[in-house]
């Protein structure tokens, strides 16, 4: 069973701080990661997207990613209360040929003002 | 910006009934999936489709779902006598393909709610 872990906080932190979101993953035949940020009753909003190791950086965001240790993680600069919502990673699992993407439980962040 | 659209944004039923979920893809996507999400819990793919057929499906998409493309834009997920348990978001997603790099698009999603 391939599966994505997660921390599900809540994370708290805050305005202006940075947070720091992990995810572990189970299957090291994983290519592609994302973080997908999930307002409540909504649907899940890619924010990010990973493939190679080390880090990658959009704006206030910087995704982080070790194969080895099998590791993603996502940091947020400067944090808003509009920051405020359930992160999720999700993987793409890496057999077969579909593209189906696993989740994991997501990561509460409140950004207290 | 396209997006996927999904209809109805929440459908109220009865147990033992059949429900019909639509989503319009992306135009020039091909691979559509839908994924469910109750209450709490994390988002957990149900089926994946290709080619006007199914490429993958989960444990949890047993007989009592499937799936269908009636026309070239919309795709339907049927779940044909509702349980309680059924009650969750269901997200349609499209990609233009299921390599790698490739990013899935959600819709706003359905909440069933069954009675």
């Known amino acids: 069973q391939k599966e994505v872990e997660q921390n599900s906080g809540p994370l708290s932190v805050p305005e202006g701080a940075i947070a720091s979101l992990n995810c572990t993953y189970s299957?090291?035949?994983?290519?592609?990661f994302f973080w997908y940020r999930q307002y409540s009753g909504k649907s899940p909003e890619l924010i990010m997207f990973i493939y190679s190791n080390g880090d990658k950086e959009d704006g206030r965001f910087t995704a982080q990613l070790n194969k080895a240790s099998q590791y993603v993680s996502l940091l947020i600069r400067d944090s808003q209360p509009s920051d405020s919502a359930t992160y999720l990673c999700?993987?793409?699992?890496?057999?077969?040929?579909?593209?189906?993407?696993?989740f994991g439980q997501g990561t509460t962040l409140q950004v207290k003002p | 910006e396209p997006e996927v659209t999904q209809t109805p944004s929440h459908q109220v039923t009865q147990m033992g009934q059949e429900v019909i979920l639509r989503c319009v893809p992306i135009?020039?996507?091909?691979?559509f999936y839908w994924y469910r999400q109750i209450l709490g819990q994390k988002v957990e793919f149900l089926v994946s489709?290709?080619?006007?057929?199914?490429?993958?499906k989960s444990e949890i998409f047993d007989d009592q779902f499937s799936v269908e493309r009636p026309d070239g834009s919309n795709f339907t997920l049927k779940i044909r006598s509702t349980k309680l348990e059924d009650s969750a978001m269901y997200f349609c997603a499209s990609s233009q393909n299921y390599l790698a790099k490739n990013i899935q698009y959600f819709g706003a999603g359905t909440r069933l709610s069954v009675l």
């Open positions: 489709f290709y080619n006007n057929e199914i490429s993958e």
């Open positions: 135009s020039n996507h091909l691979y």
């Open positions: 999700a993987v793409r699992d890496g057999s077969g040929n579909t593209g189906k993407l696993i």
């Open positions: 299957d090291r035949g994983s290519q592609s």
